[in-house]
């Protein structure tokens, strides 16, 4: 099974950009689909990106489309996600996740990196 780990979270100020990068160990993530997801205080864990495994296809949450990135490196086993333009409302613990079944859920997950953007 593969392991994931964030980091790159931090304080940014609104208008700012910010980059989480989430390593894989364990597996090549050449064989999972791959997923940025994140949690506010008090709400439920939302989607925000995807990629698929091998032709790049991406998909993003209609609340960040334009605005952020996803992109993978399978070489390095590594997935990024670079966000600009950042608002107060994507304040949220960031979890990068992994999965096999296109149609299925999210298996592994990592254990999350704090993003605060400040008005």
Known sequence: QVQLVESGGGLVQAGGSLGLTCAASGRSIST????????APGKE???VAQTSRSDGTTSYADSV???????????????????NSLKAEDTAVYYCAAKVVSSGGYNYWGQGTQVTVSS
Not at 32 to 39: H, M, V
Not at 66 to 83: C, E, H, P, V
């Open 45 to 47: 864990r939302e989607f």
């Open 65 to 83: 489309k334009g605005r952020f990135t996803i992109s993978r490196d399978n070489a390095k086993n590594t997935m990024y996600l670079q966000m």
């Open 32 to 39: 999972y689909i791959l997923g940025w997801f994140r949690q």
